[in-house]
């Protein structure tokens, strides 16, 4: 007996049995480096523009005591700022917030309590805590209303 009867009677020669798994492969390898390719773009894109959208964060906290006629505020957290500034209806320039933890007072013009600036209305205003970094704007961490009408000096 001859083993050539019992084989399989097989299409096409040798050489051309080994080109479908090769064409699978060189598929499969073309759809990986596309796929990588779209998943890259994506990555690299998200990261433009970080930059340019840096804002200032922080948090502060403000305290009006009616009776003494004085606000608190106080810088809870720095976020990325380097520079805090109280802005808004205050007379005097308030620089005495360096960080976290740092408080400034703030009176009414008829009180007489000890403070590092002055509330310019008597009757009722606005004070804000800004913060900025240095290569960007500011931005408006907290702010709060106060009423002085309620006031008087002692």
């Known amino acids: 007996m001859d083993s050539n009867q019992f084989t399989p009677n097989r299409r096409g ?7 479908s798994p090769v064409i699978g492969v060189v598929l499969m390898v073309a759809v990986t480096v596309v796929l990588s390719a779209v998943i890259a773009g994506f ?16 948090a502060a906290s ?4 009616a009776d003494e006629g004085a606000m608190t505020v106080s810088l809870v957290s720095e976020g990325n700022a380097d520079d805090w500034k109280i802005v808004g209806d205050v007379t005097d320039p308030v ?10 007072t703030l009176a009414c013009q008829t009180s007489d309590a000890d ?7 008597n009757e009722t205003g606005t004070v804000s805590v800004t913060a900025s970094i240095d290569d960007g704007g500011s931005t408006v961490i907290g702010d709060t209303e106060y009423d002085c009408s309620d006031v008087s000096s002692e």
């Not at 990555?43 to 922080?58: I, R």
């Open 13 to 19: 020669s040798e050489d051309e049995r080994a080109v």
């Open 43 to 58: 990555v690299m894109e998200m990261g433009d523009g970080m930059e340019e959208s840096l804002e200032a964060t922080g």
């Open 62 to 65: 403000f305290d009006f005591d």
């Open 95 to 104: 620089n005495g917030i360096d960080g976290a933890g740092e408080t400034a």
């Open 115 to 121: 403070a590092d600036g002055t509330l310019e209305s």
